[in-house]
């Protein structure tokens, strides 16, 4: 079982920026996937941002290119996604999520999921 804890969330004005960290905990070997998925009132969950863990290679929707970095630290535990040039429609509860299959780091399909944190933009 992982278990993982998002902080970080609040409200900024639009072109501002903010970091989100997630701590993980509770597995024996290290989730091999990590990422951020966003949902916002009435929209379906989206994939964000994902990590290979053993490597550091990552991805990025392309509603996020240029502007938010996924990273991790592996020594912390600690997943982070830092979101540059913040706009209204990044409005949305973020999620950090890991799984352990190989399947899973092609996709947007986690068995773990943090509880979120509220990322608020105003314009």
């Known amino acids: 079982q992982v278990h993982l804890v998002e902080s970080g969330g609040g409200s900024v004005q639009a072109g501002g920026s903010l970091r989100l960290s997630c701590l993980a905990s509770?597995?024996?070997?290290?989730?091999?996937?990590m990422g951020w998925f966003r949902q916002a009132p009435g929209k379906e969950r989206e994939g964000v941002a994902g990590?290979?863990?053993?490597?550091?290679?990552?991805r990025y929707a392309d509603s996020v290119k240029g502007r938010f970095t996924i990273s991790q630290n592996l020594a912390k535990n600690t997943l982070y996604l830092k979101m540059n040039s913040l706009q209204p429609e990044d409005t949305a509860m973020y999620y950090c999520?890991?799984?352990?299959?190989?399947?899973?780091?092609?996709?947007?399909?986690?068995?773990?999921w943090g509880q979120g944190t509220q990322v608020t933009v105003s314009s």
């Open positions: 999520a890991a799984d352990s299959r190989l399947s899973a780091c092609g996709g947007w399909d986690f068995a773990y």
């Open positions: 990590i290979y863990t053993p490597n550091g290679s990552t």
């Open positions: 509770g597995y024996y070997y290290r989730p091999i996937c």
